[in-house]
């Protein structure tokens, strides 16, 4: 069954500096028919003004993953890391037992434009830790590139969770197929592009639950498509 999550009905939030749109309940909105998927929590998609961004503020007990669409992410955390995420970059920070961190973008002319992502972890009151990993197009394309993973197996960021991401980039026509194990669950949320997901089309900002599959075939319907799969217990 796929069930799907079209942008035009995700919340929203607005700030003067800060448009977001939620795939799930987050701040102030709230849908109990959308609270989360399996253990994936929160899919904010946000685009943050020039010069803007979060100050210091905290988290404990979440895995926390940050996907760079456009534009650059300034991080700055607790326990010493800062660094510039690009397109490309993958950033996962495990918050454990408690974490401050910062995001900010530092341009003064242009907006980034991002995913936050946030998976429920399997271990609670860990210590915190941080890890960037940059995944260039080339080894998305055409396939399913494992972006983040229990065990930081192919060279993904490593999670605190049972759940694997995968990222890809689809040209016009051009096709993937993924293989459900199980009665694991998948997520699909469209970043760029559209695309046809066994016989759906979904186009950007689109998302969609899939339970009770064996089998999802993705083909690209425009010259650029990106999308993200989260295989799910």
Avoid: C
Wanted: aromatic fraction near 10%; charge should be negative.
């Amino acid at each position: 069954m796929i069930q799907l999550r079209p942008s035009s009905e995700r919340g929203r939030g607005n700030l003067d500096w800060l448009e977001s749109y939620f795939s799930f309940s987050f701040s102030q909105y709230y849908d109990p028919q959308h609270m989360g998927f399996s253990n994936l929590r929160v899919i904010n998609e946000d685009y943050i003004a020039p010069a803007k961004g979060f100050g210091t503020h905290g988290h404990r007990d979440m895995e926390i993953v940050t996907y760079v669409l456009e534009g650059e992410l300034e991080h700055k955390d607790s326990i010493g890391n800062g660094s510039i995420m690009r397109p490309g970059d993958v950033q996962r920070m495990s918050a454990g037992q408690g974490i401050l961190h910062s995001e900010f973008n530092p341009s003064t002319e242009n907006p980034v434009h991002l995913l936050q992502i946030w998976i429920t972890p399997n271990q609670t009151g860990i210590d915190p830790s941080y890890e960037q990993k940059f995944f260039a197009v080339e080894d998305k394309q055409g396939k399913l590139r494992l972006v983040a993973s229990p065990n930081g197996r192919d060279g993904s960021v490593t999670i605190h969770q049972n759940a694997s991401i995968y990222a890809s980039v689809l040209g016009n026509g051009e096709a993937v197929t993924h293989n459900i194990d199980g009665d694991r669950r998948v997520w699909v949320q469209v970043t760029k592009g559209h695309l046809t997901l066994n016989g759906e089309t979904l186009k950007a900002g689109d998302g969609a639950g899939i339970t009770a599959e064996k089998t999802i075939t993705f083909i690209g319907q425009a010259s650029e498509t990106e999308f993200l799969l989260f295989d799910l217990p």
